[in-house]
């Protein structure tokens, strides 16, 4: 069983910057990708960064060149810098990895991200 632990989430103004962390139970190389999703009130889940196994990395329209997405492959550790943040980024985060050709997802038990106006 994988087990993802997030952190680093919290109250910010908006304008300010958090870092999200991610660890994983095991290495994250093994995995087809990692990312980061998240759902506000009252919407529906979406992905907001991912970054695969060779490195690939994407991200939604509305957090490009503002959110960066990075992994350390000898810490298993992947990790969201948020920057510029806006009330709009207000949700629970929470971090995603799919492995196998099965396609199977793992995810964490998500970060509260608060961005106050």
């Known amino acids: 069983q994988v087990q993802l632990v997030e952190s680093g989430g919290g109250l910010v103004q908006a304008g300010g910057s958090l870092r999200l962390s991610c660890a994983a139970s095991?290495?994250?190389?093994?995995?087809?990708?990692m990312g980061w999703y998240r759902r506000a009130p009252g919407k529906q889940r979406e992905l907001v960064a991912r970054?695969?196994?060779?490195?690939?990395?994407s991200y939604a329209d509305s957090v490009k060149g503002r959110f960066g997405i990075s992994r350390d492959n000898a810490k298993n550790t992947v990790s969201l810098e948020m920057n510029s943040l806006k009330p709009e980024d207000t949700a629970v985060y929470y971090c995603?990895?799919?492995?196998?050709?099965?396609?199977?997802?793992?995810w964490g038990q998500g970060t509260q991200v608060t961005v106050s106006s």
């Open positions: 995603n990895a799919q492995w196998g050709t099965a396609l199977t997802d793992y």
């Open positions: 095991r290495s994250i190389l093994s995995f087809n990708f």
């Open positions: 970054i695969t196994s060779s490195g690939r990395i």
